[in-house]
């Protein structure tokens, strides 16, 4: 059964029918003998692989019932226990991963989602996949759930302790139960940020597990670790992801068998211990932060906490991961450490560049070289009075010798003081790079020619408030400019006006559009016949737009000057949102026009007293009006939308009332939230299709409502689903509301 799952998955190419055929297949197994049967199965399916993939999998029981993990995670425990056989021209790691990938292949591991990574994915194990693990694992592995029995075998070898903060008492030591598994090769904690629970390791517990080859402590809020971490000699994984940790003890410069150090997501973490280039058999360091799941400014981002590298890391030549070097001026710490570092994968993130005095000095960090980064990030301090000081021929010069391999797929670039950005950039050369960031690149007055790049996808360009046009050459030479890009984003560019074109100057494949904050730019030149989504945020200048036959979704904010002169442009439009407009009423029955539109939001219209009648064009399916503080009545023409679904009012404080409703024969959800001054629902009653209701925040409303003879009691007694301020009222056998349940 498992090899017929199997196979219908590798079969179906549309991922979305997956859920069906794995549900059809639990239903074969929903009587107690037919999930034996499958169990069994998949014992026979685990028989057959391949003999270097039963360990592997056999080990992968330590990873608690629904627990999600990435790949790297997985590959790097299994390099740890020397499950992956070595192949003389291919490195371990790549090994491994083909490993998983048959594992994933033949439905062991399942894709669940799209990680914080963004190129990778999480995956799980089915459950009766796990209990074949497990079954096969015999007593070497075991998941010890601290609120569940569990009986320890001194037999056992890997081991997984799950604890949840809210269940733990703060005298409680997690530790206890396993100090007699002397022989553990594996220890994972396993929590959920254990915020209310400072995890403390005892100070012998190192003395008693000195075979560990696998230590994995993240998420555990861990402020600082024993100095006798330096007894794990056999130490070949160690993690600590996402915890407090300040400063690592000298002593893990002991370990001379630690292949994987990982401290993403550290944002504590003062400094690397000083003989870290005593670890010659280390081959990922990871110091990724990642700064949106941290809710860190970008101001931020370049200010880490890490000053400098360790010493001499520019030894450790074995690095396959090094995610993030920090420049310094300390000695034997500067960016020449990264010149033979050219097994370097994945990303490499290098800030502090204003620091590099010396042109000849980023030469040697022979970027070229390091033709597996994928992902680049080079980053400056973003201090005025230092760009001011510095040498602005030497900044440049040493921004060109930081000339990439053509491999990279994403460049940023952030904080460069320079006025000219490297000729490299504007070249062919970076013929696989598909999205380019460039941020904060104040002294920047022209754009590169990006226009030539054949793969470029996404082009996000910010904070360049030297820049006054852009010219055509921007766009590049070829017939198609752009031959790639989706998505383009021009924010916060403070005196840029233009961007020069000629009337067949086109962009083929741009999809998305977002013009921000750019308080004199004037209007768009370029045709977009793929244009679908367009933002424009913030632009005072804007004279207006052109006609785009594709354009779906379109965003304005703060855009009274222009946008009632463009309506006409906008017939192809489907989901329109207003918001930050200053008018007290909308000029009257200009939307007639939009006769396409289904979704429209208007929200942040402080002014906004009211709407004409018959303003809302008459095919709008969703319809969302929030945060209008003034705002006394809805147009009176919205009990005439017989296509209206969904009706949404936020924060409209001197909103009293709603109008008609009865006759909107389609209308199967309405949400009231936070209009302080509405009373009573529509006397007519609501919709007889109306399915969910949800009032929150109204207090007038919610105080009449509390009386059980309420009119609005007898008017929602049809709807489904109620809601009133997050309380669940029930709807009664005979149709009545019901009481409350939480």
Same mark, same amino acid.
């Given at each position: 059964?498992?090899?017929?799952?199997?196979?219908?998955?590798?079969?179906? /190419?549309?991922?979305?029918?997956? /859920?069906?055929?794995?549900?059809?297949?639990?239903?074969?197994?929903?009587?107690?003998?037919?999930?034996?049967?499958?169990?069994?199965?998949?014992?026979?399916?685990?028989?057959?692989?391949?003999?270097?993939?039963?360990?592997?999998?056999?080990?992968?029981?330590?990873?608690?019932?629904?627990?999600?993990?990435?790949?790297?995670?997985?590959?790097?425990?299994?390099?740890?226990? /020397?499950?992956?056989?070595?192949?003389?021209?291919?490195?371990?790691?790549?090994?491994?991963?083909?490993?998983?990938?048959?594992?994933?292949?033949?439905?062991?591991?399942?894709?669940?989602?799209?990680?914080? /990574?963004?190129?990778?994915?999480?995956?799980?194990?089915?459950?009766?996949?796990?209990?074949?693990?497990?079954?096969?694992?015999?007593?070497?592995?075991?998941?010890?759930?601290?609120?569940?029995?569990?009986?320890?075998?001194?037999?056992?070898?890997?081991?997984?302790?799950?604890?949840?903060?809210?269940?733990?008492?703060?005298?409680?030591?997690?530790?206890?139960?396993i100090y007699h598994c002397k022989g553990l090769y594996t220890l994972l904690v396993i929590g959920c940020n254990l915020i209310n629970y400072p995890l403390k390791l005892p100070d012998d517990l190192f003395n008693f597990l000195r075979k560990l080859r696998s230590l994995d402590l993240s998420y555990c809020n861990l402020g600082f670790l024993p100095d006798n971490i330096g007894c794990l000699k056999h130490l070949r994984y160690f993690q600590l992801r996402n915890s407090n940790i300040q400063e690592l003890p000298e002593s893990i410069c002991i370990l001379y068998n630690l292949q994987t150090l990982g401290l993403r997501n550290c944002f504590l973490l003062k400094k690397l211990p000083k003989e870290t280039r005593c670890l010659q058999q280390l081959r990922h360091l990871d110091l990724h932060l990642d700064y949106s799941h941290h809710n860190i400014n970008q101001t931020t981002q370049s200010c880490n906490i890490l000053k400098y590298m360790p010493p001499y890391i520019g030894l450790l030549t074995n690095l396959q991961v090094l995610s993030r070097f920090v420049v310094s001026i300390k000695n034997h710490c500067g960016i020449s450490e990264l010149m033979n570092l050219n097994n370097l994968q994945g990303e490499l993130s290098i800030s502090n560049l204003d620091l590099v005095k010396n042109p000849d000095d980023s030469a040697k960090a022979n970027l070229q070289e390091k033709k597996h980064i994928k992902r680049l990030e080079l980053l400056w301090r973003r201090d005025i009075e230092l760009h001011q000081c510095s040498n602005e021929k030497l900044i440049e010069l040493a921004l060109e010798n930081l000339k990439p391999n053509s491999n990279v797929k994403e460049l940023n670039i952030v904080g460069y003081p320079g006025k000219l950005l490297p000729s490299w950039l504007g070249s062919t050369y970076l013929s696989n790079v598909r999205s380019i960031f460039l941020s904060d690149c104040i002294n920047c007055h022209m754009l590169p020619t990006l226009g030539n790049l054949p793969l470029l996808q996404d082009l996000h360009v910010k904070g360049m408030h030297s820049l006054k046009s852009i010219n055509c050459a921007f766009c590049g030479s070829n017939p198609i400019c752009f031959p790639s890009l989706k998505k383009l984003v021009f924010d916060n560019m403070s005196i840029v006006e233009k961007w020069s074109a000629d009337e067949n100057c086109e962009l083929s494949h741009l999809s998305e559009l977002i013009l921000k904050d750019c308080a004199n730019f004037q209007r768009l030149a370029h045709n977009f016949p793929s244009l679908t989504k367009l933002t424009i945020e913030k632009l005072p200048a804007f004279v207006g737009l052109r006609r785009y036959p594709s354009l779906k979704y379109l965003k304005i904010v703060a855009g009274d000057d222009w946008i009632w002169d463009s309506w006409r442009c906008l017939s192809s439009v489907f989901s329109l949102t207003l918001s930050q407009l200053s008018l007290e009423i909308f000029p009257a029955s200009l939307p007639k026009i939009l006769d396409s539109l289904r979704c429209l939001e208007i929200s942040h219209c402080d002014n906004l007293t009211r709407f004409p009648n018959d303003w809302i064009p008459a095919g709008v399916t969703y319809l969302c009006i929030k945060d209008c503080p003034m705002l006394q009545e809805l147009p009176k023409g919205l009990e005439t939308l017989k296509s209206l679904e969904d009706l949404e009012i936020q924060d409209c404080k001197n909103l009293e009332y709603l109008p008609e409703l009865k006759h909107l024969k389609s209308l199967t959800r309405l949400e009231i939230s936070g209009c302080h001054s509405f009373v009573f629902l529509p006397s007519e009653g609501l919709p007889n299709a109306l399915h969910f209701l949800s009032i929150n925040d109204c207090p007038l409303f919610s105080k009449q409502f509390e009386d059980l003879q309420s009119p609005d009691r007898i008017k929602i007694k049809h709807v489904f689903s109620v809601w009133i301020d997050q309380k669940h009222f029930r709807s009664t056998p005979g149709g009545n509301q019901g009481e409350c349940s939480n």
């Open positions: 059964m498992a090899i017929d799952l199997g196979d219908q998955l590798r079969r179906e /190419n549309d991922k979305g029918k997956w /859920n069906e055929i794995i549900l059809k297949m639990g239903e074969r197994c929903a009587f107690p003998e037919e999930r034996n049967d499958f169990i069994s199965s998949m014992r026979s399916s685990y028989s057959r692989l391949p003999s270097i993939l039963k360990p592997c999998l056999a080990y992968c029981s330590i990873i608690p019932e629904g627990q999600q993990f990435e790949k790297e995670w997985i590959v790097q425990l299994w390099m740890a226990q /020397n499950f992956i056989a070595k192949e003389s021209e291919q490195r371990v790691e790549d090994t491994g991963s083909t490993y998983f990938d048959w594992l994933v292949e033949r439905s062991f591991f399942q894709r669940m989602r799209i990680s914080l /990574n963004r190129d990778s994915y999480e995956y799980s194990i089915p459950d009766m996949v796990h209990q074949v693990a497990k079954h096969t694992s015999a007593e070497e592995c075991c998941v010890f759930d601290l609120e569940k029995p569990c009986n320890l075998s001194k037999t056992t070898k890997h081991m997984s302790i799950v604890f949840r903060s809210e269940g733990l008492s703060h005298t409680q030591d997690p530790f206890t139960e």
